[in-house]
């Protein structure tokens, strides 16, 4: 997808990732994952001792030990983090390595937050060393207030259906776009994100009333 969208400029982009955050297991959202990790190490061969670290759930980490074990045979060079790790008042001296790695790469105070979608789900908020400030990312999930509270400056956060299909994203644990754009009402930069694939390419409509996010957001 990376190639089809750059095309010979996604060399550069893939070579720019230093980490990957997987918010949890349904597919849409890991199985690219390992071919992503192979190329990365083949672009980035010639720098010896480079590492990109992974941040993800349980059953994704314990996935991508298995490729490792079974296929790569360490040569795909990573560190990985179990989100569990980073939540909230969790022991984080086991990520100490990854964490130093992150902060080389410009992003601090990573922390793991558990949300409303399928098993072992979270959303992330991160800091980074740029314009975008402190970061939400909200993976897939319900309108969260414990992600509201956070207040980051810029807040990513998924919109899967319109309005009228309200009960569908309770049923489904996803968030409608009049319900993420509560959430991320304060953000300085706002974007919402995971589109139902019904929208073919056209972003499903705003609420009424709506008229931008923040400051400056859109």
Request: proline content about 2%; charged content about 25%.
């Amino acid at each position: 997808q990376i190639y089809n969208l750059y095309g010979d400029a996604g060399r550069e982009v893939i070579s720019r990732v230093r980490s990957i955050v997987i918010s949890h297991s349904h597919a849409d959202h890991c199985n690219g994952i390992g071919s992503f990790m192979e190329e990365w190490s083949r672009i980035r061969r010639v720098e010896g001792g480079c590492k990109i670290v992974v941040v993800a759930p349980t059953a994704v980490i314990d996935w991508i030990k298995k490729v490792d074990e079974r296929h790569w045979k360490g040569a795909v060079p990573h560190v990985l983090v179990d989100a569990a790790t980073v939540v909230k008042g969790a022991d984080v001296e086991g990520t100490k390595d990854a964490l130093e790695l992150l902060e080389k790469a410009g992003v601090t105070e990573l922390e793991a937050i558990r949300v409303s979608h399928c098993n072992d789900s979270y959303g992330f908020t991160f800091q980074t060393n740029t314009h975008w400030g402190d970061v939400l990312y909200s993976g897939d999930c319900r309108p969260s207030k414990t992600l509201q509270e956070r207040n980051c400056k810029t807040q990513i956060h998924e919109a899967t259906f319109e309005e009228d299909m309200w009960e569908s994203a309770v049923m489904k644990r996803h968030s409608t776009v009049g319900e993420a754009l509560k959430v991320i009402e304060g953000a300085r930069y706002g974007v919402l994100t995971h589109f139902s694939q019904r929208y073919g390419k056209a972003c499903p409509s705003l609420p009424r009333g709506s008229d931008g996010v923040g400051e400056e957001g859109q």
